[in-house]
């Protein structure tokens, strides 16, 4: 069949759904983020994921207009939006490479942000909530079957990763640590989804919502393992600390994850791969040392404005070591990637996002409203696995990793929304 009736038949279908359900529509968008590789060129290159989410902009501004809604839109964030929209656009100014910057800004700044504020507006209870989790988790169990069957040889792995000791499954994606990147914030949510319990949503052990968390969490954990994403795993272990404090479990939870460290010390496999990471003697730990040196002395010679987007493929050359031969589109460290990407304003801004985050979450973990609590320190503790997660890898320069990272302080910030309209309620 020709492609591009697979792309008008997709498009037509996804529209009358939009249409009918927009709700529906954004959470099978959550559940597709990994359709962002199936590409195509019409007039500009462009995605699946990027159709999607242009569809559900398009239907919820033409329908807000229709139902005379503009004044009841939500604009959260406003300034930090804009001022990171601002950092991209100075960043494709800077950039050598015009073209690419600009494919990279429409999808790692623009396109997320608006379909977070179509989220923020459209995804407003606990019902909505729930759809996004279920699609994000769902899309996890795929992954880690993926996973798995790679593994067991049922389907093809992406490169020769399956023949490196030990092998190492690509899933759904084009590199195994894309999997670790896409799963371990959603891992993060469901572990607090499980753990996080209140007396309104106290249930036993096997409830269904129970089993599918588990479920969630089990193919996840698979699917981080089989794929060998270490830093993803150190990032899911930082978030089940932080989810943790807030678990009627937290002294068991504590203990577990204690043996298990110690576990990993003493069992001499584990121990061996710990110690030649710490020195530095394992071969992904010397090729990412070596690049940040050569990042930092890009920085260095550029710190404002860094190399623009779509800059460092283009410029590490003249600052990379001698022996680094290995290409690299990001330096692999998520704040190194958005100085020398974005520039000093596109760090400082991120930066204060992340604050403007866990303040939002603490607000809604503390209010009244406890039903709300799980999401919340949930949507945290994704943000806790993406921080520590990025000390090793870049988890949100990435097509659809960016889309969840907006998605995700979408829900929180409608949580922050909900209790608001809620007390307004109650004052009135």
Not at 46 to 61: D, G, H, K, Q
Not at 118 to 132: L, R
């Amino acid at each position: 069949m020709n492609p591009w009736l697979h792309l008008g038949a997709f498009i037509i279908l996804y529209l009358w759904l939009a249409w009918r359900r927009l709700d529906i529509a954004i959470a099978l968008l959550l559940f597709l983020l990994p359709a962002y590789q199936f590409r195509f060129t019409l007039f500009i290159p462009s995605t699946y994921l990027e159709v999607m989410i242009v569809i559900c902009l398009a239907v919820w501004a033409v329908q807000i207009t229709v139902r005379h809604q503009w004044r009841e839109t939500r604009w959260p964030w406003r300034w930090l939006i804009c001022a990171f929209a601002v950092a991209g656009a100075v960043a494709v100014a800077v950039s050598p490479n015009i073209r690419n910057a600009l494919g990279l800004y429409k999808a790692y700044v623009i396109e997320p942000v608006l379909f977070f504020i179509v989220v923020v507006n459209v995804m407003k209870t606990p019902a909505h909530w729930k759809k996004i989790f279920f699609a994000l988790g769902s899309s996890v169990v795929i992954i880690g079957l993926a996973a798995l069957f790679q593994q067991a040889d049922i389907l093809p792995g992406a490169g020769s990763y399956l023949l490196e000791h030990p092998p190492r499954s690509t899933s759904l994606f084009e590199f195994p640590t894309a999997v670790g990147k896409y799963v371990a914030p959603i891992l993060a949510v469901f572990l607090s989804l499980l753990l996080v319990k209140t007396k309104s949503v106290g249930r036993g052990m096997w409830h269904s919502g129970n089993v599918m968390y588990i479920g969630v969490i089990g193919f996840g954990i698979m699917a981080l393992m089989l794929s060998v994403s270490r830093g993803a795993l150190i990032g899911v272990g930082a978030a089940l600390v932080f989810v943790s404090f807030f678990s009627r479990w937290r002294k068991w939870l504590l203990i577990g994850i204690a043996s298990i460290a110690v576990l990993c010390l003493v069992i001499p496999v584990t121990r061996h791969e710990l110690v030649s990471i710490v020195n530095i003697q394992d071969t992904s730990a010397d090729v990412h040392v070596v690049m940040w040196k050569g990042t930092l002395r890009m920085i260095a010679d550029r710190p404002i404005f860094g190399a623009g987007l779509a800059g460092f493929p283009e410029l590490y050359e003249q600052y990379k070591e001698a022996s680094h031969v290995e290409f690299f589109p990001n330096p692999d460290h998520l704040f190194l990637t958005l100085w020398v990407e974005m520039g000093l304003l596109g760090l400082a801004v991120f930066l204060w996002i992340i604050v403007k985050w866990l303040r939002t979450g603490a607000f809604v973990v503390k209010s009244q409203f406890v039903e709300y609590r799980p999401y919340a320190v949930g949507v945290m503790a994704a943000l806790v696995a993406i921080i520590t997660h990025g000390f090793f890898d870049t988890p949100y320069f990435k097509n659809d990793l960016a889309v969840m990272f907006w998605a995700l302080a979408a829900v929180l910030i409608a949580m922050r929304l909900s209790i608001g309209d809620e007390e307004k309620k109650l004052t009135d």
